[in-house]
């Protein structure tokens, strides 16, 4: 997660100015933009804030990793793509002050490949608590 967000924000940096779309007719559209806030540009000056939540997170899990270690693949991608995603944006954070987003869904709000992992790291991770059957449920 972490090396396909970095590639994917250099190619981004390189290749288009900052503010303009490509295919600004489409649904979902490249447009780069520096986002100092968190999701949707809130609070852009809690940069430190948002830093601080991403340190707390991969903490939390590095240091909850190994009983963590036997549980399912699908855990194990989830836990992944949000620690990927979690240090990509600190990263950027913290070296630059705002994080490049350039994935512009119409109407709706503009991320990265970081942001796509934390979203489906948390998704499975919420799927999974509410799918999972509580102990000593018949199996069925």
Known sequence: MLVADRLSKILVVSHLRLG???WPQSPVTLRRIENRGAAFGIL??????????AVLVIAYIATHWRP???ESWLLQLALGTLVGGAVANAADRVVQGYVV?????RNFATFNVADCGITVGVVIMIARLVLRPSPGAPDG
Do not use: S
């Open 44 to 53: 852009p000056e809690a940069q430190w804030l948002f830093v601080a939540v």
């Open 20 to 22: 303009v779309a490509v």
């Open 101 to 105: 987003d350039f994935i512009a869904v």
């Open 68 to 70: 963590l270690a036997g």
